[in-house]
């Protein structure tokens, strides 16, 4: 982990056929995960990527399209660093290729974004650690499949992680992002994710993310590694 726009051309018909699919398969796909990784999971240290030092390494995968195919990889680097007890500082850098009707284009971005979170919601069962956010970014996308052109970006998060085990969370959340030259160039995501910390040094992340404007779903996975 990251929009003025009319959305009068979706039904609710193009809506079941085309977003719950790619959501459901993704659930399903999340839901073994984390099966699997709750009975790896043992509560010897309690980690998170609310409130942490670590670094992410990952892959992204695009996959999509309203108006036509468009498919594309992407390299990810992350840092996270607490601002405060309640606060973080979260950098990322992506570098891939959106490829439509054959032609590849490039695509990198740059991301600084100011993370508040409200620790320790507890359940009997679960422990829900809510976040907001805000953020600013430049954008440079050959294909302007993203937001349409390239520049100064924005964006508005918010969300919470739940927390099953002192190993293993699920993070649930939407963004709100565009330009800052144009704000008639906007777009709204939602997502999910689970991460599994293997120690106090090393974790891996698989999120989902679906895109309401191109209609992209993006899967990726993340190498963390937490140095203190």
Known sequence: MNI???????????????????????????SQVTVLLLCLSSPLYGKSRLGEYFLGFGIFRADGGDFVDVKGDSLNLSANSPAS????????????????NATEHSLWSLNLNYVMHFND?????????PYAGIGLGFMNDA???????????????GGSEVAFTDTLSMDFGGSF??????????DFSVGFGVTW??????????????TFNHEIDYLSLNYLYSWR
Not at 85 to 100: K, T
Not at 121 to 129: L, V
Not at 204 to 209: E, M, N, Q, R
């Open 121 to 129: 919601i507890h359940t009997s069962a679960f422990m829900f650690n």
């Open 85 to 100: 007890d309640s606060a973080d500082f979260a950098l990322s850098f992506n570098y891939g290729n959106l490829e439509d």
């Open 197 to 210: 910390w293997i120690n106090e040094v090393h974790g891996v992340a698989i999120d989902y993310d679906y």
């Open 177 to 186: 992002f565009g330009l800052w030259k144009d704000f008639a160039h906007t």
């Open 4 to 30: 003025p726009r009319s959305y009068s051309r979706f039904s609710f018909n193009r809506i079941e056929k085309q977003i719950y699919p790619n959501l459901f398969q993704a659930m399903k796909i999340i």
């Open 143 to 157: 294909s302007d499949m993203i937001l349409g052109d390239d520049g100064l970006t924005w964006a508005l998060q």
